[in-house]
């Protein structure tokens, strides 16, 4: 069974602006699109108050490369360097 949980990245102050998403699988733990890097901190905290840090996630999932969705991909790489990081790009198929 999956759980998806949304977090708020309160970005510049601003709650409900930008949002990373922690999905839990069988044991493994993936973050969606961490956010920008100026909300790694808020994305630690998230982390931490469900009793997760940086080095227990196995995978960054990113749905596209900006800032916005992705900047905090390098910090959390640096925290935990073994991190499988991918991306797709959903194309809209006609």
């Given amino acids: ?20 998403a922690l999905l839990v699988s ?8 961490p956010g920008p890097e100026s909300t790694y901190a808020t994305l630690r905290e998230h982390l931490h108050s469900r009793g997760l840090s940086a080095a227990q996630l196995d995978a960054v999932l990113l749905t596209h ?17 073994r991190l499988a990081v991918t991306y797709t790009t959903l194309e809209r198929r006609t």
């Fill in 65 to 81: 490369i900006h800032l916005d969705h992705a900047g905090a991909s390098g910090s959390l790489v640096r925290d935990n360097p």
């Fill in 26 to 33: 069988g044991g493994h733990y993936a973050i969606i699109d």
């Fill in 1 to 20: 069974m999956s759980d998806l949980t949304i977090l708020d990245m309160n970005w510049v102050g601003r709650p409900h602006s930008v949002a990373a």
